[in-house]
């Protein structure tokens, strides 16, 4: 080995069997017909590339090696009189990595040897080098292979070499490539004096695609026949996202129509189906379910008056509680009747009535299966607790409304539309929010239980403004109901059905409602110039004078003569008070035991 070439004999595999001299330039010049003409082991010195077509030196075959060795040779730079043949369009050629097996139906042409880098001629086996001069005249000794010789004849590897099978060359069409113009960079060899053999009839070969797992000459697309497969795959997305985009607007667009038109078939609204229609007894529903059958609507006309108010039923004998202010329009010889929760009428009877209560009790007769609504205590009532109105407001029957208590022992005159105070009523009162509106008189306020704790009897209103006839009208509710105990009115309507009358119990004397100071005053003189203390009444008995100023019963203030009224009526006549008083400055108790007087 000289300078990185071989010395001595060439091995075996360098051997190739002698050539007859081509006779002309062109004998050189193989064409690119066949798929195994030529083999391109890539661009190197030897070798130009040009479109599809490659200029090469012809590689000789060897007949006992199982691939054709090609020894690539420099090309002229120029041949005189050549033909300028104009340059096919550049095309891509595929390198294989392995040669194909030799086509034997090819016609082999002469082929001159290649002054390659080291090979041996059998006329003349003194091994040459790249320059030709033969190994003995070269000072690096010839040129010795890269490699050991291979038994198996396998071409060995490394860079472009002679010994590298180049792969076939594929490109449209057979025949003989047309010359490179003259001129260029690498010109085509003309042909010489000597006429070439004729060539072999060339092999039509498609043009195709390298594609290294496919048998030489296999072509996978026709020439100018576009890539179909992702042409196709191109095709098929943008159609499938055309019809994406278009089904979103059209589901769209009927889903708005759908929407805003209530579809295109008959509409079915959801609805839950039948259940139980009980409720809890305590619940709302529950409470008026069971006392709506005992409420009933009042209509009462006479004396050029009429009204509309409620009642309840107090027992089986058909006895009704009402406000005294509902009846008194029907005066002695007025017309009542009675309109059940059912629907059912009947004509009422005036019993008993009372100004200073407000209370009076009707009764109807020739009606069965009354139900009478339980009475509760409303001293056990509680701030607070929740309650439920029934009534017929504006003549709207068996009207229900709900609310708590609000407040208790609320002292509230009513009525003196008469202007002499006759029809004044005093009442120890339950406020309550729960709504109540004109028509609401005399109906019961229930608790959770269904059991009645008041009469509902007043409102306070705002001011009211004119009525269409030019009268004073009536504002409804704002949440400030009051209503009488049913414990006080128990009582009187128990004296009412038993005696036709209610008695109020007195301390027995005569105050100043004129008084404006803290206090119910004590008169100096009474009505008509009578002594304002009652001799042998109850307050002359504890030690009462005229002008003494009393502020409290039974511990409870009172600021106005009204207020003392209506502490004493909540009580029952012989119950004891306790009265506190002042007099000249000096407070003072007195004990005394209440009379009794008959009402109006």
């Known amino acids: 080995m000289e300078n990185g070439k071989p010395t001595g004999p060439k ?68 041949v ?63 040129v010795r292979p890269l490699h050991e010789p291979d038994e198996y004849r396998t071409p060995p590897y490394g860079g472009p070499g002679p010994w590298a ?69 191109g095709m098929a997305f943008v159609g499938a996202l055309l019809f994406a985009l278009l089904a979103g607007v059209l ?44 409420v009933v609507t ?13 009642g309840f039923v107090l027992d ?46 009707v009764k109807v007769t020739g009606v069965s299966g009354l139900r009478p609504l339980p009475l509760g205590n409303s001293d056990n009532v509680r701030v607070g607790d929740p309650v439920v109105a029934i009534g017929a407001p504006f003549d709207l029957q068996n009207t229900v409304t709900a609310g708590i208590i609000s407040a208790k022992e609320r002292p509230i005159t009513a009525g003196g539309e008469k202007g002499d105070g006759s029809d004044v009523s005093y009442v120890d009162a339950l406020q309550t929010d729960a709504p109540i509106n004109p ?11 269904a059991r009645v704790i008041g009469i509902n009897s007043a409102i306070r209103a705002a001011d009211s403004a004119p009525g269409p006839d030019g009268g004073a009208g009536q504002s409804g509710s704002i949440g400030l109901g009051f209503a009488i105990p049913i414990n006080q009115g128990k009582r009187v309507a128990e004296e009412l059905i038993n005696t036709g009358k209610a008695t109020h119990p007195v ?30 009444g109850p307050a002359a008995k504890a030690g009462v004078r005229p002008g003494d100023v009393i502020t409290k019963v039974d511990g409870q203030r009172v600021h106005s003569g009204e207020e003392l009224i209506v502490k004493i009526r909540a009580h029952r006549p012989g119950d004891r008070l306790e009265l506190t008083l002042t007099r000249n400055g000096k407070e003072q108790t007195k004990t005394l035991t209440l009379g009794s007087s008959t009402g109006t």
């Open 165 to 233: 099978p180049a792969p076939p060359v594929q490109r449209p069409g057979g025949g003989t490539p047309p010359p490179y113009p003259s001129g260029g960079e690498y010109a085509a060899p003309a042909p010489g004096p000597t006429t070439a053999p004729p060539a072999p009839a060339p092999v039509p070969v498609q043009w195709s695609q390298y594609d290294p797992w496919s048998s030489p000459g296999v072509a996978l697309t026709q020439p100018g026949e576009p890539r179909r497969k992702k042409a196709r795959r």
């Open 507 to 536: 301390i027995g004397v005569s105050l100043d409602m004129q008084y404006s100071g803290d206090g119910a005053r004590v008169g100096e003189k009474g009505k008509d110039g009578a002594a304002s203390v009652t001799a042998g």
């Open 316 to 361: 089986a004998q058909g006895h009704i509680l009402t406000n005294n202010h509902v009846v008194d329009p029907a005066g002695s010889s007025g017309d009542i009747s009675v309109t059940f929760s059912g629907g059912e009428t009947a004509r009422a009877t005036l019993v008993g009535k009372d100004s200073g209560y407000d209370l009076a009790v």
């Open 251 to 294: 589901g769209g667009g009927v889903g708005a129509y759908l929407e805003r038109n209530g579809g295109i078939s008959t509409v079915e609204l959801p609805q839950s189906g039948a259940e139980d229609s009980g409720r809890a007894p305590d619940s709302i529903a529950g409470i008026a379910a069971s006392a709506l059958p005992s």
């Open 298 to 310: 009042l209509h009462v006309s006479g004396s050029g008056e009429q009204g509309t108010g409620t």
């Open 80 to 142: 005189p009189d050549a033909q300028p043949q104009a340059p096919e369009p550049e095309a891509s050629v595929e390198e294989q990595p392995h040669a194909p097996e030799p086509d034997a139906s090819v016609t082999e042409q002469p082929h001159p040897q290649p002054a390659g880098d080291g090979w041996t001629d059998p006329a003349d086996p003194v091994p040459h080098g790249r320059d030709g001069l033969p190994a003995g005249d070269r000072t690096d000794g010839g």
């Open 439 to 449: 028509g609401n008189s005399g109906g019961p306020l229930v608790d959770s239980k």
């Open 11 to 78: 091995p075996k595999w360098w051997s190739r069997p002698a050539r007859p001299e081509p006779s002309s330039v062109t004998d050189a010049v193989a064409t690119a017909d066949t798929p195994d003409a030529v083999h391109d082991a890539g661009p190197g010195p030897d070798t130009v590339r040009h479109g599809a077509q490659v200029v090469a030196p012809a590689a000789p075959v060897d007949d006992q090696a199982e691939y054709p060795l090609a020894a690539p040779a420099p090309a002229p730079a120029s």
